[in-house]
């Protein structure tokens, strides 16, 4: 039995026996999924509804709600069943594929806050040839690129893992993750770490690279022209937030991967490694459907409605739509 454990199965061991507490912590785990489905929905409609948001920005913040509704389904179904359950046992079809999702997930976070990114740059740099620049093939070449790449790579590091003879079953974490299954390899392959190393650098620090980029030469457009700094900030800061974000929770994660869990507190050790999964598909709609007019605008009209019997007004001051 134990040996078909280690064959099959791996085991989940950040999971901690909570008690009577998991009851609680089920219930905020499931209102947040329900928020981040709702919230991320909600976005997407609206983008989808209103024509007027039929532009190059708000398609890519549609992306993003897509991206956080993808990964977060990849992972808190599995997780609240966890929270309810003693044992934490994951099969390898189901580990690998919860991988795949999460890491995906994580990727398309990254290519579609660079190709919106892109995207602020050419609005900002070179508003008048914005849109012969920003046509409909573009934006769909950017978009394939942005979801194919990351799903290539992912498929390839998968099939490299998958491959690994392994001598237990023990996963640090309260999700699948690819290093630690790999530190589980009877085997130590210099060729396949120096071959993920290198995979890894180019298809994270090359978008980090060219997002750091393009927002140097935004804020140099700005710094020369004060009279549209304003509006540019306006349009930019959703971005800068979303992708400051992204950089503070992957890099918690990455970082964690790499210590012994064994000598940090497990609360800080959970918190950590759910960050990544957790706050961008929390924060995103929040940070663009309050600090965008466009989309505010709409949410504010969703909330308002009324029966046309009650006679309700619901006009907002003008002060309310300017941040």
Not at 71 to 81: D, N
Not at 107 to 128: G, N
Not at 200 to 225: E, M, N
């Amino acid at each position: 039995m134990e040996n078909s454990t280690v064959s099959f199965y791996f085991n989940l061991t950040m999971f901690m026996n909570i008690g009577h507490h998991r009851y609680p912590a089920f219930v905020f785990c499931l209102l947040l999924y329900s928020f981040i489905v709702s919230a991320n929905l909600t976005m997407i409609i609206i983008i989808l509804r209103e024509k007027t948001l039929h532009e190059p920005m708000y398609i890519f913040i549609a992306f993003l709600s897509v991206n956080a509704l993808y990964g977060s389904t990849g992972f808190f179904p599995r997780f609240l069943m966890d929270l309810l359950t003693d044992t934490h046992l994951i099969s390898h079809p189901a580990c690998f594929t919860q991988i795949f999702i999460i890491y995906t997930y994580a990727l398309y976070e990254l290519t579609i806050l660079s190709i919106m990114a892109y995207d602020r740059y050419v609005a900002v740099c070179h508003p008048l040839h914005y849109h012969r620049k920003m046509n409909s093939k573009t934006v769909y070449t950017l978009t394939f690129f942005a979801w194919v790449c990351p799903t290539c790579y992912l498929t390839m590091s998968i099939i490299m893992v998958v491959r690994l003879p392994l001598c237990g079953n023990n996963i640090q974490r309260v999700y699948c993750a690819s290093w630690n299954i790999v530190k589980l390899s009877c085997v130590t392959n210099a060729v396949l770490n120096i071959v993920a190393l290198l995979g890894a650098i180019i298809i994270a620090c090359l978008p980090l690279g060219f997002i750091l980029y393009t927002y140097l030469r935004i804020v140099i457009a700005c710094w020369k022209s004060s009279e549209v700094r304003g509006k540019v900030l306006q349009s930019c800061l959703p971005h800068v937030i979303s992708f400051l974000i992204y950089l503070f929770t992957s890099f918690s994660d990455t970082a964690l991967s790499r210590q012994n869990l064994e000598e940090i507190n497990p609360f800080v050790a959970i918190i950590l490694s759910l960050e990544f999964v957790i706050i961008p598909p929390v924060v995103n709609p929040l940070v663009y459907g309050l600090k965008l007019p466009e989309i505010r605008k709409h949410i504010f009209k969703i909330l308002c409605l009324r029966p046309q019997s009650k006679k309700i007004s619901c006009t907002l001051p003008e002060s309310t739509l300017i941040m």
